[in-house]
């Protein structure tokens, strides 16, 4: 087929009279704007349509989470082409769904199917031209993967209607020849969030006005998930139950092409993929992007044949593969971002006249159907495609230097093992070490270590989420330019250039945590607990929670447990036996508790004399106060525009509340002022514009007592107002690009950004902020403002590397200079509080668990500077 030249959709009256079809009822799908379907000549009636079991036809409102689920469970009752499956629960609860869509022959061997296709990854050498003949492909259509962005659901519910309903050439081919996995809501809760705004903030007469209220929800806005993560960026961290839910069943099929439904700003058209070629990640075969532009041409034929505008090759990269539409080009498969002009509301004001809603799902119906007529043209290329992406992984890795990498599972064990979790989620092969090795001036024990090799189905996966990279063909980034795993999670860990025999040991098939035990067995006097593990600051509330009062020590000593000396760092955790208002058997099951679901090793001590260092009850071992914790929200004004940012927010929110089991207060700025503040201890600025927090309501607060925590950008609020003094350095960038064309200014100025690298901070390990940590740390930086260190004695907790700050990701020269020594961690005293300055972001995405302990360090020990 050549569909740039063919246009299918002129068929001659004659010809449909002919076969008695009357012009328009193969266009029947029930939408409220004309919509073509081509290849179909009607619609079977014993399929429900989406406007008899939801209320409403199609792009007349904006359908709940609960009624698509409802109409896909409708269909699947009653159609022979439908399987309904979930793949989990969101943090709300709501049911995660994917329709399976093919003809009931196919159905009968899905399992023989789906095993094939898996097959074509694993034993590609296997797989013969004859063989792929009968298979047909697999194609996983996602959508909505922000709330707000709403037109890719419906399209789901009509595309689901389309095949489950429709007869003719097209749909027959659909459904023989491919396997379509239809996931009509890739984030429910962030859809219900924003659905709810604008069904509730409507009339019967809708308005195009975008100062309208229907169209301007308020913050946080239905983007994100429950903890406000953007699932768009999730993909390769897989942090959250919707991410590991779809990437899960993502593996289990192996789908060749991957297609990802987004909105963007009203005034564009349309945009489907390929993005900007030179921002394409070098990890990306040349051959995926041919195949993308090969498929390109379908959608191009059929939203012409409607009228609708559309670009490709402008603004949308290719490069991170934490993307639902990047994230299939490192596995074999092609994905594809489709990004709709949004009406957000059912209509709206544009320079080219009012945009509805229907007609933006009309153009994502559009564009599902030319992708399944794409795949079934294309079928063969695709699948050879695949096959050939993993049998000749060795050839394309031939000049990579790593040919494994090795991880330490005893110093940071937790964090080990999360990481371990995360690759094996991605399908990645891991083996306990074989051998005792060194590398890079650290030895690995055998057993005590995991391999990661390249050699395996998922090498090219292995490269590309492990290795550092400082090169790049482009300086201009949609996202971020690196995403290092194993510095990240903040393990020990080193990559091998050779690999020795005998390094395989067995291959890893559990990946959960391991338990704690409490070492010495029960103690009548106290417990301690070694600082520095990931849960560490759980066990730590647990503690609290059960009214047991721990002591933090503020030098190292030992201690004797279980008749073998013990060395304890800084940090530690001392647990008196025998308090007040607790017994000695509530303390027992709590510290037991801690071990076995904190997965932490306490240890018993029976003496209060240590051989070395202080006494346990020792005056530097104060007693911790439980955190009270206000996390600043909202935009204070009352705009959409500016105040806190919901990405920081949420992974606070999340850090605290879902992992380490704390409360935290959510506190709108605009609430700020007339709140109880002696309520908290600690407070935290996330990110964002502070600019309508009250200045003297929160001096006062902290001068009294309490711990202010500003992350990234939110820092410049404290020093705006004077509470701590800090140099900012100045580059001028205006003076970098001078002489640069007109044309070329926008990508000048964007070359001395940072989206998103990692550095190298040096620490003080003696400060409470870093207890737990060693002399350095890579920590996740983005944004260009750089501080000098305090001439405050010890305030400066934390500074860049003076030498070699980047240790991955893309850095300007001009920067480079910029962040050499500079401040990376403050911690100031203010009256009788503190505020903890982090110019980086600690928590970035939930995937950073290396530099989090740094952040709970602040909240646990910020009362004790």
């Known amino acids: 087929m050549q569909p740039r030249t063919s246009k299918r959709f002129f068929i001659p009256l004659v010809l449909l009279l002919t076969l008695g079809i009357l012009p328009g009822v193969a266009q029947d799908v029930p939408l409220s704007i004309e919509t073509p379907t081509p290849g179909t000549n009607a619609y079977d009636d014993s399929i429900p349509t989406p406007g008899e079991v939801i209320g409403h036809e199609i792009g007349t ?11 896909f469970e409708a269909v699947a009752e009653v159609s022979d082409r439908v399987v309904l499956r979930s793949h989990g629960r969101t943090y709300q609860g709501r049911r995660l769904i994917h329709a399976v869509v093919t003809t009931p022959s196919n159905h009968d061997r899905l399992s023989e199917i789906q095993s094939r296709s898996r097959r074509l990854t694993t034993e590609p050498g296997t797989f013969s031209q004859e063989e792929m003949s009968d298979l047909p492909a697999v194609v996983n259509m996602g959508y909505s993967i922000h709330g707000d962005e709403a037109s890719g659901t419906e399209a789901a519910i009509l595309l689901l209607y389309h095949l489950a309903a429709g007869n003719g050439p097209d749909v027959e081919a659909a459904l023989d020849e491919v396997v379509t996995l239809i996931d009509p809501m890739f984030n429910p809760d962030g859809r219900d969030r924003f659905v709810d705004w604008v069904n509730d903030n409507r009339g019967g007469t809708p308005t195009a006005d975008p100062q309208d209220r229907e169209h301007n929800q308020p913050w946080p806005g239905g983007r994100t998930n429950h903890y406000l993560f953007d699932l768009n960026r999730d993909w390769l961290p897989v942090q959250h139950p919707s991410s590991q839910g779809r990437v899960e069943y993502f593996h289990d099929w192996k789908p060749q092409v991957l297609t990802d439904f987004h909105e963007m700003g009203s005034e564009a058209t349309y945009f489907f993929q390929p993005g900007v070629p030179e921002r394409t990640n070098p990890n990306t075969t040349r051959r995926n992007q041919e195949l993308t532009g090969a498929i390109a041409e379908y959608h191009a034929d059929y939203l012409e044949d409607i ?21 299939p080009d490192v596995n074999g498969a092609i994905g594809i971002l489709f990004e709709q002009a949004s009406s957000r509301a059912l209509k709206r004001e544009t320079d080219e006249g009012d945009v509805t809603y229907a007609f933006t799902v009309r153009n994502q119906f559009m564009t599902s159907m030319s992708t399944l007529k794409a795949v079934v043209d294309q079928r063969m ?3 050879r495609y695949q096959r050939d992406f993993f049998a000749n992984r060795e050839e394309a890795l031939q000049d990579v230097e790593a040919e494994a990498y090795v991880v330490d599972r005893t110093e940071h064990s937790t964090r080990a093992q999360a990481l371990a979790q995360v690759l094996d989620r991605h399908d990645v092969r891991l083996f306990n070490l074989g051998r005792t090795i060194q590398s890079d001036g650290e030895t690995f024990q055998a057993g005590e270590a995991y391999v990661v090799p390249l050699d395996q189905p998922q090498g090219r996966f292995v490269k590309a989420a492990m290795e550092r990279t400082s090169s790049y063909p482009d300086s201009i980034f949609y996202d971020v330019s690196t995403w290092t795993l194993p510095l990240a999670f903040g393990v020990d860990s080193a990559e091998l250039n050779s690999i020795p025999s005998n390094l ?6 559990d990946v959960s945590y391991e338990s704690g035990a409490v070492v010495g067995g029960r103690s009548s006097y106290a417990y301690v607990l070694p600082w520095g593990d990931y849960f560490g600051p759980r066990a730590v509330q647990r503690l609290h929670e059960n009214n047991v009062r721990p002591r933090v020590t503020t030098d190292s000593f030992t201690a004797e447990s279980g008749g073998q000396p013990q060395s304890f760092g800084r940090g530690s955790i001392v647990v ?12 027992h099951a709590v510290v037991q508790r801690i071990a076995e679901q904190d997965y932490v090793n306490v240890y018993a001590v029976d003496q209060g004399l240590t051989p070395s260092g202080p006494d346990l009850g020792s005056r530097g071992s104060p007693i911790l106060e439980e955190p009270s914790v206000a996390l600043l929200t909202g935009t204070g ?3 959409r525009y500016g105040g806190t940012s919901a990405y920081n927010v949420g992974e606070v929110w999340h850090l605290l509340s879902e992992r380490m089991e704390m409360p935290v207060s959510l506190l ?8 109880d503040l002696s309520r908290y201890n600690t407070m935290v600025l996330a990110g964002g514009d502070f600019d309508d927090v009250p200045k003297e309501a929160v001096t006062q607060w902290v001068e009294g007592g309490g711990t202010l925590i500003a992350i990234e950008d939110a820092v410049e609020w404290p020093i705006e107002q004077e509470m701590v003094d800090l140099e900012e350095r100045t580059l001028d960038v205006d003076s970098l690009v001078q002489g640069t064309d007109y044309a070329n200014l926008p990508e000048a100025y964007a070359a001395q950004g940072i989206g998103g690298s990692i550095f190298r901070t040096n620490l003080d390990p003696t400060h409470p902020v870093a207890y737990g940590y060693d002399e350095s740390v890579p920590v996740f ?14 305030a400066s907790v934390g500074v860049y590397d003076s030498q070699t700050p980047r240790l991955s990701g893309y850095l300007s020269d001009e920067q480079r200079e910029q962040a050499r020594g500079a401040a990376s961690i403050e911690a100031h005293e203010v009256g009788g509080g503190q505020v903890i300055l982090f110019m980086d972001n600690p928590n970035f995405r939930a995937f950073w668990y290396g530099t989090n302990g740094l952040f709970l360090n602040a909240v646990l020990f910020g009362q004790i500077l």
Request: charged share 25%; proline share 5%.
């Open 668 to 675: 709108d700025i605009s609430d700020v002022s007339n709140a």
């Open 61 to 71: 409102r904006h359908t709940r989470p609960a009624q698509a689920v409802r109409y």
């Open 637 to 639: 004004g009352g705009s």
């Open 307 to 327: 009228g609708s505008l559309f670009y490709t090759r402008e603004t949308y990269d290719d490069f991170y593969y934490g993307k639902g539409s990047t994230y």
């Open 781 to 794: 930086r983005v944004g260009t403002g750089f501080y000098e260190p305090s001439e405050t004695p010890g």
């Open 381 to 383: 290329d695709l699948l």
């Open 576 to 587: 008196q036996v025998r308090q007040r208002g607790v017994s000695p058997d509530t303390v």
């Open 504 to 509: 395989r040991g067995d291959r890893i098939e």
